[in-house]
């Protein structure tokens, strides 16, 4: 005998079974939807993401290269002839010529023109009221966006005249190699060995340096010092910086032989460090600086003025 089975239908016409795998269907078509609907937000989101980075490298690259510019047309404005690296054999140095008026009507602060040759380090030096204002505004006095070049400025702290026994300047690390970056790469001993020469420029005279260490200072470190209180504390600063230096030199003076250094300082680009550049005077057309003595609080016999300041925490 044919066994009878007997099947429910539901109010579609469906047995319990096909309507659940429906159901099932239905669901999972549910959670496809929602999967694509997701991986669509991801990659809108990813695509915005990435036309902004675009963009923003686009607006860096025009920063980087308009601050380029601006500081070209500053060296034309202050016709410097020091746009060839043979300059570095110049053998008159007083006879190195700068436009301070044209320099100074366009701006002020304008105390000197740093030229490393081998480098693209060719800038005027500002000084400031404090170390913040020229972090962020240029020679002209326009702040950057994304890309902030700044100034190559010295520390309001250090006197004018140059009868300071240190002077400290600064500049950015830029990521196109501008500014100060160079000043990083010194830590390799070719590099350094290759531009040992810095000419520093002045309304009051011209100075040919050597450098003689490059130093990695923690952000922390008590750097900055402008006067020393006598002849022993600045033999010792001097031979602690030659000690540490990255590079090595033979033919520099003894630490207690130099009266005067010039300090350059930038980020490392890689931490909160900086990298700093140390010089003394090889030659100057300032006058009254021998042995830098017949300055007011400063000489021999004379504690003179210690002063200590953060590094350069505040610059990179």
Request: net charge negative; glycine share 8%.
């Amino acid at each position: 005998m044919a066994r009878h089975i007997r099947y429910e239908y539901d109010a579609y016409g469906m047995t319990p079974d096909a309507r659940a795998a429906e159901i099932e269907e239905i669901l999972e078509q549910g959670a496809r939807r929602r999967r694509r609907r997701f991986w669509t937000i991801i990659l809108v989101i990813a695509l915005l993401v990435l036309i902004g980075a675009l963009v923003a490298l686009g607006v860096i690259g025009y920063s980087y290269i308009q601050g380029q510019q601006k500081y070209d047309k500053i060296s034309d404005i202050a016709d410097v002839g020091m746009e060839s690296n043979a300059a570095a054999q110049v053998e008159d140095i007083a006879s190195i010529e700068v436009d301070w008026d044209a320099l100074r009507a366009a701006n002020p602060d304008t105390v000197a023109w740093v030229y490393i040759p081998h480098t693209v380090i060719n800038y005027p030096v500002v000084k400031g009221e404090d170390n913040d204002h020229y972090l962020y505004y240029d020679f002209d006095g326009e702040a950057g966006w994304l890309a902030n070049y700044g100034a190559i400025f010295m520390d309001y702290r250090n006197k004018p005249k140059w009868r300071d026994e240190a002077y400290f300047i600064y500049g950015h690390h830029m990521n196109d190699g501008s500014m100060f970056a160079d000043i990083a790469g010194m830590e390799d001993q070719a590099r350094f060995d290759e531009c040992r020469t810095v000419f520093l420029l002045s309304p009051e005279g011209n100075f040919r340096l050597r450098t003689f260490a490059i130093v990695h200072s923690a952000p922390d470190e008590l750097l900055v010092q402008t006067v020393f209180k006598d002849d022993k504390e600045r033999t010792e600063y001097i031979q602690d910086k030659m000690d540490r230096s990255l590079a090595k030199v033979d033919d520099v003076p003894a630490a207690k032989d130099i009266d005067q250094v010039f300090v350059f300082a930038t980020c490392d680009a890689g931490s909160w460090g900086r990298d700093v550049l140390f010089a003394y005077v090889e030659e100057t057309s300032v006058e009254g600086l021998e042995g830098l003595e017949g300055r007011i609080g400063i000489g021999k016999n004379s504690e003179g003025v210690k002063e200590f300041v953060e590094d350069v925490k505040e610059t990179s």
